[in-house]
């Protein structure tokens, strides 16, 4: 499946940490980030998704949400997201090297 890339507007980047053992994500685009009601997808620079979500409040903090998440998970300290999950973020970017959130008003 690929993103009607007219849609989205990319918000964040997503890259392995210094470590190569987690994550990071920096903002590329802060006003993208601050819409709310907002559909976003991580996807791979050949366009293909790896996920979508939805986030009613700043979809910017969604998206800065994931390193905490994901690496807690890596470091063994169990949360929100599982390690089988964490690990399969990691092997994306390490396939990848990068993967860009892109970022779309919701529309009810």
């Not at 994500?25 to 601050?34: G, K, L, N, Q, S």
């Not at 807690?72 to 092997?91: C, F, Q």
């Not at 970017?93 to 959130?101: C, F, I, K, V």
């Amino acid at each position: 499946m690929l993103l009607d890339r007219d849609q989205f507007k990319p918000a964040a980047e997503m890259r392995l940490g210094r470590d190569k053992s987690s994550i990071r994500v920096a903002i590329t685009d802060p006003a993208a980030c601050e819409l709310g009601e907002a559909v976003y997808a991580w996807i791979t620079a050949d366009g293909k998704p790896v996920t979508i979500g939805a986030s009613r409040a700043p979809v910017g903090k969604r998206l800065l949400s994931y390193p905490g998440y994901i690496n807690r998970s890596l470091a063994g300290h169990g949360g929100a997201t599982p390690k089988w999950e964490a690990l399969k973020w990691l092997g994306l970017l390490t396939a990848h090297g990068m993967l860009q959130s892109c970022t779309s008003r919701s529309r009810h």
